[in-house]
């Protein structure tokens, strides 16, 4: 029978992208169809005149989702939302989407259906084409991957690593309401397990709370800027925080990064939970995660038609990689930008 | 907080085919680079000249495998061998992979390393590239869910639907051992369980325990088809087993089928690994499934060529519908073949 190995190293100490990093050292493509493999939102592969991305996502209950608070309707939309987001980060369009589902048998008949209701739903949305997929029955919890395909004329794709010194730093909607959204839910879950009988009013907070249960990915944005013939220099979409994804860009760009506070967009109802909950609401935007909207940059010559398009905030500005990636805050210190997104590992 | 609907059905009552049906049926395929959908090894899409084929599946400790005696390198390995099998299933040629995994801290990164060598390993022999994929902490056992991406001619793909009366029935390789294999190394467990100073020797039965352990897709067989310029008329591959896959051909091709037990290929090692666990061996063959042999179906024109190819058995004829999906036994009886296969939900 199998032995632990000796020499043991906690996946904790290397942290998501450490860990992806590590495991997927040296890959050898050796495809020619392959144009971009690893480390970027979604592979890019070349079958024809437009190329084909590829990207997929594992959702597992008790990481991604509680299904206290999270109806399956819901989960199943969200689902493919996460994927489709990836593909228009890559400035693409999605086609087809693919679905594996691992229920142990706490799950009926029914509660397949509302999610399959969320996923066609999605589907309708986004006009994707749910293609395929795998069922299974699980001894855990819910799990679900979700793959999505979508392809682009060549030029068009954008990466994480085209941005220069110069562009301008673009974030859609406002950044920050999905994880206060997740906080309140989780208050009231905790209030809901000690008295049953209360149930919870979140009337007031359907902001918030819709921004974590059913968020959308932009795709009138990456419409609009294909009719304004902008295509950005890089984009990524903000699944982690800005923080966490600006720093993807300027990595992989190899430049330095200066965001101001005042610009980054932060809706009011996120603005006064974050005060409710005693969090800065920056704080919140910059780390919080699972907004979905895109951050991208574009060239000066294109800042023009930019400025003309809604839902669009200009929050800074790429600099040399030698001034690092900072933040100017209102009351005029100036931070570095850190790395905080996902730590299920910790 | 969400509660359970008051109309409850269970998954078992509908089995794994039944809930997929269930759960895609009237899906709207709007994109016109979506060529096929759902209910095939593979969705084909038509993005160039070639036809992109995309699959899924999504492996769960405890369902799919024990790691009490399953390697994780082997693991990795057969995670991408179970979708390029279904490439191959298409007469297609598998270009890329994505790998999605869900991990608990019962892990370390030594172990993930021995799993992504294993999955590597498989990207090597089978030529495709790595692009992409989802990492995440899991708060129950170990999720693997590998996409296979591959492309061939549009004219070379071969559905499940095709088979025609009067075509043969071929099967690659053996039919049984895998299943015989997993029998092995469940019993090997239990007795290590009761006396763990106890090592098993599985020096004699490597042949089954290979099959379960580390099985292959039968790339060469697709090679060789397409040197000899057989286009089978259906084809599958044998993850359910006999039974169950080529009643998916009958259903999707509407008709019949005829086997001869006594051409059904069986290894000598699984033949009596079976009589020691007082099993009939052919029922191992017909029911064992996770083989991932190729089931296909060829034209009486294509015969000639097919008898010349290596490592394939004639194991019978395609029908009329109306005559059902019969086994002729040695010993001289004709018998219905029932879906077995898949059982997890019962």
Known sequence: MSKQSPSRTEISSLGEFGLIEHLTDN??????????????????????????????????????FDLMYTPLKHLGYKSVV???????????????????I???????????????????????????????????SSQQGLVITVTAIGSAPPQQITYRSGAKQGDTICVTGDLGAAYLGLQLL???????LSQPD??????????????????????????KLAKAKVIPTSMIDISDGLS????????????????????VPIHEEAQLMALKFKLDPITCALSGGEDYELLFTVSPNDLPAV????????????VDKEDGVKLHTKGGNIHDLKAQGWKHFE
């Open 186 to 192: 989780e208050r009231e879950k905790q209030l809901y």
């Open 307 to 318: 400025r003309l398009l809604p839902d669009i905030s200009l929050v800074g500005e790429i």
């Open 27 to 64: 890959l050898a493509m050796r495809q020619k169809s392959t144009i971009k493999g690893v480390g970027d939102d979604a592979a890019v592969l070349k079958y024809g005149e437009e190329v084909v991305i590829v990207t997929t996502d594992l959702l597992l209950e008790g990481i991604h």
């Open 244 to 263: 966490s994804d600006l720093l993807h860009i300027c990595k992989q760009s190899t430049v330095g990064a200066f965001i101001e506070e005042e610009n």
């Open 198 to 223: 209360m149930q919870p009013d979140l009337e007031k907070q359907k902001y918030i709370v819709g921004r974590q249960l059913k968020p959308e990915a932009r795709k009138d944005i990456v419409e």
């Open 102 to 136: 691992g229920v142990s048998n706490r799950f009926s008949v029914e509660g397949l259906e509302e999610l399959y209701a969320g996923i066609k739903a999605a589907c309708d949305f986004y006009q994707v084409d749910l293609v395929g997929g795998d069922t299974s």
């Open 82 to 100: 996460v994927n489709v987001s990836d593909v228009y980060a890559m400035n693409a369009t999605p086609r087809q989407i693919t679905v594996s």
